[in-house]
């Protein structure tokens, strides 16, 4: 079995029986400002230690709101992030040249101000990101084939709208390709998808630079309604949802004591893991997550 991946935090590791399965999805899920993206560029720069290269971080906000991953990697671990730029060329050689294929960060549709669900987008705007989505998908499976190729194993997937059903969102969509599509196909085949027709020009390299895709872990966080801690342990999983089919699930919210409001989080499934299911209080300071 692969080594498991360690979160970055102190203390989440023991509540998941050693950390995180590689190869596997985890999703943490949470209020806006509840520490997600924290506890996600934690789990990427942890990467460094542990396998000698930080993870990276896919950005699929929409709406103009500032994830702060820069200021947090900069200010918690001393990481100046790199970004990669969607509008270059897609071509082999980016892809294997490091400097320009390892970089840290993708923002993939752009700051427009505008969410991303059917139902706040008449036809023709779904009809537009719909051609947008696709347009951006070439980038997509460039970043992450070129980061994987380059000793990268860690994904975090974070800005990921509430939406009421997760068929309605083409975030939800778009990370469903990714998973499915990228992250769960053996490295040959994502070269296939990545370079086409220009396959067999690249197969000697494809195959050399080969990596195992049960040794990459996914982090995906994504923001609910709910935000107390209590309503998203009680928040029902529809079949389909993409909670249903991850592999585990850290629940973060506030929490209340009489008068005064905390914070705390609970690791709601763990499959194929020994975990503690204790709901832990946290504190989010200067030093980024801490447990109680």
Known sequence: MNQRLQS????LDELLGGGLLPGKLTVVLGATGIGKTQLGVAFADQGRLQEGQRGIVFDMTARGDS?????YAASLRDWSMTSYDAHDRVDAESVWDAERARRDYLHLFEHSGRRVTAGDLDSDGWRAWKVEQSRKLDHTIAFLYGNFIHGVRRLVVDGVEPVERAAESIQYEMFEYVYHQILMKDSDWVARDLFRVGYRAN????????????????????????????D???RPIESGDVMSGANTIILMGKTRDGNRMGRALHVAKHR?????E??????INDKGIELS
Do not use: K, W
Request: charged share 20%.
């Open 203 to 230: 197969a000697e390299r494809v195959t050399a630079d080969a990596y195992d895709r049960s040794e990459v872990g996914c982090l995906l966080l994504a923001t609910s309604h709910e935000v107390m801690l209590d």
């Open 8 to 11: 970055g935090i102190s203390g």
């Open 67 to 71: 994830q702060n991953h820069f200021e």
């Open 278 to 283: 204790s709901i832990v209080p946290y504190v």
């Open 272 to 276: 194929g893991s020994a975990c503690d």
């Open 232 to 234: 998203l342990i009680a």
